[in-house]
């Protein structure tokens, strides 16, 4: 077995409300492993603690329990400058294009900043550097003197590519990259992710709520309910053999972008709002929205099983089949 690039074991972020009388149970008792090369997908809907996870990964935040280790070593045991170097193997691309880009810096020095940081690269070879990456990224020279607003959105996902690059990140969380894009050009920078895996030897940790984004890129999809895992597997299995009525009922609701072998014929209905997570059900968290709950499942909450090889669900009532 090779060393995990990434390794989250009983991670829980906890945050306190705005009064600070309760606490957001944001990422609630999550684990798993990412290995090198791979595009791990994470799915589900908008709260469900995605983005807290995705930041934990990179160290933008701290674990409150549990752990996260980079190659087998925990950064937050390293120092402040030994973790400001660390960190730059894993990176993040947020959803909001203007997120990590200065609107008063031409697109140049926004791609030159992580390298102006890491002090890598001699500072006369920089500009080239950043040049180059944003070729790569598919932004033409004549872009590098422009500003922000000058650019669409699918040109401003492109440059935060090509900034996050240039320091020769290992892992990079991709968190709903393409949410904020115009579905016309989606395709269009999966493909340059897909692209720049192969090219760069990346490994991807791929956060969306749009299974047809994550089916097409994913090795494996992991499915998040009110900050826990409810479901793992490959993508073929998840949308062919769900074992978890919350997967069951994501599968269903996807409309077009899913290729036509893994469309599902039923639709199942989501009833209700996803419940707060100050204040999660008892037992199994999905218990409230499941349309076959039984009692077990207010007092008891499901183990993590493996129903097939690599296959994991946490449901009481999910039966391995032949
Ligand atoms: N800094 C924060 N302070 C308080 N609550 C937060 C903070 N960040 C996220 N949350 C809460 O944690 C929960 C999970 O949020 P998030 O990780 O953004 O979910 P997702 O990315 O799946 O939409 C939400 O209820 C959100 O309001
Ligand atoms: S444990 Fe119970 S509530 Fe949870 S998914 Fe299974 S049947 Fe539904
Ligand atoms: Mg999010």
Known sequence: ????????????????????KETVK?????????????????????????????RAVVCLLKPTEGRVLHNGGNPHDLSAAELRRARREYQIVFQDPNAALNPRMTILRSVREPLDIAGTVPSGDRDRVALEML?????????????????????KQRVNIARVLTVRPKLIVCDEVVAALDVSIRAGILNLFADLQREFGLTYLFITHDLGVVSHVSSRIAVMYLGAFMELGAPEALVSRPYHPYTEALMSAEPVPLPSHMRTGQRIVLQGEIPSPTNPPSGCRFRTRCPIAKDLCASKTPDWREMEPGHFAACHFAEPRP
Do not use: C, W
């Not at 090779?2 to 600070?20: G, K, S, Y």
């Not at 070729?135 to 040109?155: C, K, M, N």
């Open 1 to 20: 077995m090779t060393q995990p690039i990434v390794a989250v074991e009983n991670l829980r972020v906890l945050f306190p409300t705005r009064d600070r």
């Open 26 to 54: 944001a990422v609630d008792g999550v684990s798993f492993a990412v290995q090198p090369g791979e595009t791990f997908g994470i799915i589900g809907e908008s709260g469900s603690g995605k983005s807290t996870l995705g």
């Open 135 to 155: 070729d790569r990224v598919g932004i033409a020279p004549e872009f590098s003197t422009r500003y922000p607003h000058e650019l669409s959105g699918g040109q």
